[in-house]
C-alpha cells in the first residue's frame, strides 16, 4: 500500500539550516505537502509541490522532489525557535478515488539557542 | 474567524459514554474529513465526505461514525468510547474545484479526548 516514512526526531542550533526527509512510494502522487503543526495546535500548510517540479524556494524554505528516488525534503533556512514543531510530510493525488492524503509520522524538529 | 472550528476543544468521558465531535468551516468546501493522531503514528484517516450525500470509510472507522448534516457541518460520533480512542482528533476540509491547483487540505485545530 502506499506509505509515506520520515525520521521522527531531528535537532539543530538556532541559526543553521534544518533539512528534514521524506520518501514515499506512490508514483502517482500529484501533489506532495508540508504541513507544520505547532505544540497544541492543528496543522498548518507550509508549502507544496507538484510532481513535475524538482524544487519550489518559499522565503526561507526549500523544498526538493527527486522523482526518481522518490524522496521529498524540506530545508529551512536560518532555523529560528519559532521554527520548533513536528512537520508532517503529505502525498496526494488530485481528483484520486479516496481524495485524501496520506500522511507520514512526522519529524518532531528542536531548535536550540 | 478560523475557517475549520472544532467542538469541544477537551473533553474526558468515561468508557461506554456516547460522544459526538462537532466541525463546522467557512471556507466553502465540499470535502470533509475526520483524523486522528496518536504520539508515534501520525494522522489517520477515520472518514470522509466528498458531499452532503457521500461519506466513506478510511483507514481506521470501526467504533466510530459520522454525519454530514450540511456542506459546512461534519460531526463525528463515538457510540461507546473506550480508552484506546484517547487521541488527537482532527476535522480537516478540501476543495476539488476548477479552480483550485491543489487538493490542499486545511485543518481545524483539534480536540483532545480522553477516555478514562
Known amino acids: 500500500g502506499e506509505d509515506v516514512e520520515q525520521s521522527l526526531f531531528l535537532s539543530v542550533r538556532e541559526g543553521d539550516s534544518s533539512v528534514i526527509n521524506c520518501t514515499y512510494t506512490?508514483?502517482?502522487?500529484?501533489?506532495l505537502y508540508w504541513y507544520k503543526q505547532e505544540p497544541g495546535a492543528g496543522l498548518q500548510l507550509l508549502t507544496y509541490i507538484f510532481s513535475n517540479m524538482d524544487m519550489k524556494q518559499d522565503q526561507r524554505l526549500t523544498v526538493l522532489l527527486n522523482k526518481k528516488d522518490k524522496h521529498l525534503s524540506l530545508r529551512i533556512a536560518d532555523t529560528q525557535t519559532g521554527d520548533s514543531a513536528i512537520y508532517f510530510c503529505a502525498e496526494g493525488e488530485r481528483g484520486g478515488s479516496q481524495g485524501n492524503l496520506i500522511f507520514g509520522k512526522g519529524t518532531k524538529l528542536s531548535v536550540k539557542p | 474567524d478560523a475557517d475549520v472550528t472544532q467542538t469541544p476543544r477537551n473533553r474526558i468521558t468515561k468508557t461506554g459514554k456516547r460522544i459526538m465531535l462537532e466541525c463546522s468551516q467557512t471556507?466553502?468546501?465540499?470535502?470533509m474529513y475526520w483524523y486522528r493522531q496518536d504520539p508515534g503514528l501520525g494522522l489517520r484517516l477515520i472518514y470522509y465526505s466528498f458531499d452532503v450525500k457521500d461519506i466513506n470509510k478510511g483507514e481506521i472507522s470501526d467504533g466510530y461514525s459520522v454525519s454530514r448534516q450540511a456542506q459546512a457541518k461534519f460531526s463525528l460520533s463515538l457510540e461507546s468510547a473506550i480508552p484506546n480512542q484517547t487521541a488527537l482528533y482532527f476535522c480537516?476540509?478540501?476543495?476539488?474545484?476548477?479552480?483550485?491547483?491543489?487538493?490542499?487540505?486545511?485543518f481545524g485545530p483539534g480536540t483532545r479526548l480522553t477516555v478514562l
Open positions: 506512490d508514483s502517482s502522487s500529484t501533489y
Open positions: 471556507k466553502g468546501h465540499d470535502r
Open positions: 480537516a476540509t478540501s476543495d476539488l474545484g476548477l479552480g483550485s491547483p491543489t487538493d490542499t487540505q486545511y
